[in-house]
């Protein structure tokens, strides 16, 4: 056995027990916020302790078949006994490997539901038609794991798809999935708006926000102004006869948040103030790791062409992921929501450089 796992594990088992004793506390009901973390960290580290016990009698086992069949004095019985040995060694090695994988820290977000954001950048008419097709690949994405979709925002634009959208994914574990998607997505097509057939080059811009709640993001009723309007449609139409589209703007940030999709103004002000709930925990998360700029240009970049995490290839029906250099021909079934091959790649991408600390 490890020894220095063993020490950490022996680190590990100290804090279960540690949130045992926390969750015997009556004042821990009436502590909402406490009570989540302390009974998020019980379940995560039970599963670290529950591996660590599997791994050390694996261990234990291996080392009592080998010590029996030094004094066997059976031939066949200690062959035997050595062969177990070897065979519960190998189950320890792979317990092993896992406990050392489930010991990185893991994204506190990950079962969080999630909101995002598709914004039609450059190309024109042809970028917010290419938001659209986002959208209903994200949409088939969502249907395919039954996670439920909520419309938050929509503006649409005259030519088609959507100048930009924000809507939530309601579902354990959307933000695990979802996570990867944030940034610029590059498309090569010949438009349908394009008469001569000439190949064009377009980008929509996507963010990804963990939803959270009031509790964890308190927002001062003197931070923020609201503002009412009448919704419109394509071309400025008027939608609605009342003024029951909402518009919130952060004084202390400057971020503006418009939701106009419901007809009951509460109802727009309560989701207006969900997406800038997300924003704002967004940013305070970035100064916490400080592993991007503290605005959510960190996700979407410029919307330069230059600037890119994945480009959607028409001609030569393929999808390449430039983060991980991954390139798969199967552009129609990616853009009817089959995103798991490069989710599962992105995610092993990202276990593997926190696992070596990268």
Same mark, same amino acid.
């Given at each position: ?90 189950? #320890? ?18 079962? @969080? ?58 579902? /354990? ?5 979802? @996570? ?49 309007? /009448? ?46 709930? #997300? ?80």
């Amino acid at each position: 056995m490890d020894p220095q796992l063993a020490l950490r594990m022996g680190e590990v088992e100290a804090a279960y027990e540690e949130t045992l004793v926390q969750m015997t506390d009556p004042a821990l009901a009436s502590d909402q916020i406490r009570y989540r973390e302390v009974t998020r960290r019980h379940a995560e580290l039970k599963g670290l302790v529950d591996a660590f016990h599997l791994y050390r009698a694996a261990w234990e086992d291996a080392e009592d078949a080998q010590e029996l069949s030094r004094d066997e004095s059976d031939p066949g019985v200690a062959e035997e006994l050595r062969a177990m040995a070897d065979e519960r060694r190998e189950a #320890a090695e792979r317990l092993e490997k896992r406990l050392r994988v489930m010991l990185v820290p893991k994204d506190p977000n990950d079962a @969080k539901d999630v909101i995002v954001e598709i914004r039609g950048a450059v190309g024109g008419d042809e970028a917010a038609i290419w938001a659209g097709d986002l959208y209903r690949m994200y949409e088939r994405y969502a249907e395919n794991n039954a996670w439920a979709i909520e419309h938050l925002n929509t503006s649409e634009s005259e030519a088609g798809g959507f100048k930009e959208i924000t809507f939530a994914v309601k579902g /354990r574990g959307a933000y695990s999935r979802f @996570k990867f998607e944030a940034g610029p997505h590059r498309v090569q097509r010949v438009p349908r708006t394009e008469s001569q057939g000439r190949v064009h080059t377009s980008i929509a811009t996507v963010a990804v926000l963990p939803e959270v709640e009031e509790v964890e993001i308190d927002i001062p009723d003197n931070d923020i102004e609201i503002d009412v309007f /009448r919704s419109t449609g394509p071309g400025g139409q008027s939608v609605n006869t009342t003024d029951s589209a909402v518009r919130i703007t952060h004084k202390p940030t400057g971020m503006v948040v418009t939701c106009q999709d419901e007809k009951s103004q509460l109802q727009n002000k309560v989701k207006a103030l969900r997406v800038l709930r #997300a924003r704002l925990y967004q940013i305070e998360m970035d100064k916490q790791h400080a592993a991007v700029a503290a605005d959510r240009k960190a996700q979407v970049g410029s919307g330069e062409r230059a600037e890119k995490i994945r480009t959607y290839n028409y001609k030569d029906n393929r999808v390449t992921d430039h983060r991980i250099g991954l390139t798969i021909k199967r552009l129609p079934e990616i853009l009817a929501g089959d995103l798991d091959d490069i989710v599962d790649a992105l995610t092993l991408d990202d276990e593997a450089r926190r696992l070596s600390g990268g």
